[in-house]
C-alpha cells in the first residue's frame, strides 16, 4: 500500500495533487508546527502578468500546531479580497464559469480553524478532479508526538499497513532509502515533469496555486497533467 502524507496548503501546486491522485491513502497532516511564511495559508495567482500571493491571516507562530491556529475575525475582509482578485484576474479564463464558485465556496468559508477551512479547498478540488484517494486527518492516527519527523511517517506507514511511503521531491535530503527498508519500507519521491500549459501572462509561471491551473485548462486536461510527473 502507498502512503503519501503533507500538510494542508491553501489551494496547493499540481504537484500535491499528483501525489494524492497515485498512492492508495493520503494523510493531511496536522500535527506537525506551522510555518510562516510557507504554503500553509498562502499561495501565489497571476495578478497581471506576474505572480502574487493570497493570503489567509491566522492567529498562531512557529510554535503552534497547525492544528491549533486559528484565522482571524477580520479575516472574512481577507477572504473577500481574494475572491475580487480571482475574479478581476481569471474572469476570461477559459474555464472561469467552471471553477469560480468551487473556489469562491472553500475561500468564503465561515470557519475558525485553519485546519478544518484548508481541508474544504482540499476536498472542493479534490472531487472536481475526480481523484478517489481517502483522506486521513493525522490527528486520528496514533503516533508520539515526540518522535523525529522520519519515526512519524514510520509510526503513521505502520499504523495504516503501508509498505511504499512517497514524498514530495522537497524531501529528497531529509530522508534515506536504506533506513525506510530497514522498516519494511519502500521510499520514492515524486518530481512534477517540467511542462507549460496556457497562461494569461506573457511569461510561463511554474508552480503557481491550482486555481490558476485549473482556470486555464479543462478538467480532462488538467487530470492528464496528474500524470506528468517521475518518481525518484
Known amino acids: 500500500m502507498k502512503i503519501g502524507i503533507m500538510q494542508p496548503y ?6 500535491y495533487w499528483q501525489l494524492m491522485n497515485m498512492v492508495d491513502v493520503y494523510v493531511v497532516y496536522v500535527d506537525g ?3 510562516p511564511h510557507g504554503w500553509i495559508n498562502r499561495n501565489r495567482i497571476l495578478i497581471g502578468d506576474t505572480p ?14 497547525i492544528r491549533d491556529i486559528t484565522i482571524p475575525d477580520n479575516g472574512i475582509y481577507f477572504k473577500k479580497k481574494i475572491v475580487r482578485s480571482i475574479e478581476e484576474n481569471y474572469g476570461k479564463a477559459d474555464y472561469f464559469d467552471e471553477c469560480n464558485q468551487l473556489i469562491k465556496d472553500a475561500i468564503l468559508l465561515d470557519e475558525n480553524r485553519l485546519s478544518d477551512y484548508l481541508m474544504k479547498g482540499i476536498e472542493n478540488i479534490r472531487e472536481y478532479l475526480e481523484i478517489t ?10 503516533m508520539d508526538q515526540n518522535a523525529s519527523a522520519q ?5 503513521i506507514c505502520s499504523y495504516l499497513g503501508g509498505n511504499h511511503y512517497i514524498n514530495a521531491i522537497g524531501g529528497l535530503d531529509l530522508y534515506n532509502k536504506d533506513q525506510f527498508s530497514k522498516k519494511g519500507l519502500k521510499l520514492s ?4 515533469n517540467d511542462f507549460e500549459y496556457k497562461q494569461h501572462s506573457c511569461e510561463f509561471y511554474s508552480g503557481l496555486s491550482i486555481i490558476d491551473v485549473i482556470m486555464n485548462n ?6 492528464e497533467m496528474l500524470e506528468e510527473f517521475t518518481l525518484i
Open 33 to 35: 508546527l506551522f510555518r
Open 151 to 155: 519515526e512519524k511517517i514510520f509510526q
Open 218 to 223: 479543462s478538467r480532462k486536461s488538467v487530470k
Open 52 to 65: 502574487h500571493y493570497i493570503t489567509i491571516p491566522v492567529h498562531g507562530s512557529e510554535k503552534t500546531r
Open 133 to 142: 484517494t481517502p483522506l486521513i486527518i493525522s490527528s486520528s492516527i496514533p
Open 189 to 192: 519521491f515524486l518530481k512534477m
Open 10 to 15: 491553501f489551494f496547493p501546486y499540481l504537484g
